[in-house]
């Protein structure tokens, strides 16, 4: 049997609620199907329009064995365009962000203008045809202050997915805000494992104690469904939604994304240990409350985020292998909030920071353990672990469908 028809057996074969077989988490062939049928084709957060506020500010990413420049041109759009050369291939962005008039290939000096198209190529004739050799594009979309590439040749709608989510997020003007820090850290275990710990909130009290002081842990916030039966969440949507900050749980029907917004613990503001606000200035001139508690938007595969009154948290997640996962943090303040006056960095970064790093241990602590020959897949709890289901389950349908051929998921959005 091929390695294609190992996974769909397994995928067919698996056991509802239950952890995955050994080798999604641990097999670099069943790593790569995940890059060519997730990875490559799917829409991917990539990072903040805030982040290339200027004409030829750039950053690159890495997918797999792509790699991508996303760069803002002179007309203001944000482009996404393959970083390798149409001379020979080479990597034309060697930095990971920065700003250019133009974009230059290192090797021999091959000139790209911002959008991509070739305007110069040092002596290769008279009648060589430089339109026919511009940087190749990726799809990209920005919806509420959020970048997403596509790999796919034909990529998938991303109309629905901006429907949703930008009623919750164009309020914070995300577009306008600026990053006051980030960091990138390398998870030893598969993108999956990343995913589960992240949607559960199970494991919080033992590993999280600076975040549990203002972040339920109740499966209602973490979970996927049942938000709508919790009269306390139910009231703070009521709440929001009377000054304009839409609220309601909402998820598409192939359960890749969702938004909602959740309350706080103890009325907190922020994710600080105290729970008052970390930044002095609100993250949006247009939101004018404190008390919002949290905004939470989550995306298969890329990323999960955490939006305030005073600041926003945002990571995306990045395969590096089949047990190597780079997850980045940036944390969003008001454009006009100056460091050291409107907020203290080391208290702004505090809480996440630490439970990254909690987060990092106990992914590690779990990838080491399935290693073992003795690993089985087991029981997730019904109770604590409806997001992980959630997650597996989004997973497993996905990636037989798109094993078996059997057509793209349905990415219709429900209100
Ligand atoms: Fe880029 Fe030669 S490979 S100019
Ligand atoms: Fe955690």
Known sequence: ???????????????PGFSLDRPFYIDPAYYQLDLEHVWYRDWLFVGHDCEIPAPGNYFTVEVGAYSVIVVRGDDGQIRALHNSCRHRGSRVCLEHKGAAAKLVCPYHQ?????DGS????????????????????VACEAAGGYIFISLAKDPMDFAPFRAMMEPFFLPHRLREAKVAFESTIIEKGNWKLVWENNRECYHCAA?????????PEAPTVTGVSGAQDDPEIVAHWEKCEAIGLPSAFTIDESGQYRVTRVPLLRDAIS??????????????????????????????????NHILSDHAVTFRVLPISATETAVTTKWLVHKDAVEGIDYRLDELIHVWTETNDQDRRIV???????QSP??????????????????????????????????????????
């Open 1 to 15: 049997m091929d390695i294609h028809d190992e996974m769909l057996a397994r995928l067919r074969n698996r056991k």
């Open 110 to 114: 091959w000139t790209y203008d911002l």
């Open 118 to 137: 070739l305007l110069f190529a040092r002596q290769m004739g008279d009648d060589f045809d430089t339109s026919a050799f511009g940087l190749k594009s």
């Open 207 to 215: 590993n999280h104690p600076e975040l549990c002081k203002t972040f």
């Open 271 to 304: 994710y600080t240990i105290s729970g008052r606000k970390a930044v002095q200035m609100r993250l949006s001139d247009n939101v004018h409350m404190d008390r919002i508690g949290s905004l939470l938007l989550y995306h298969y595969p890329t990323t999960w």
């Open 364 to 370: 590690e602590d779990n990838a080491r353990g399935i």
């Open 374 to 415: 003795a690993y089985q897949p087991g029981p997730y709890s019904q109770i604590h672990e409806g997001g992980v289901i959630q997650f597996i389950n989004w997973y497993a349908e996905f990636m037989e469908k798109r094993l078996s051929g059997s057509g793209q998921p349905s990415l219709r959005s429900v209100a």
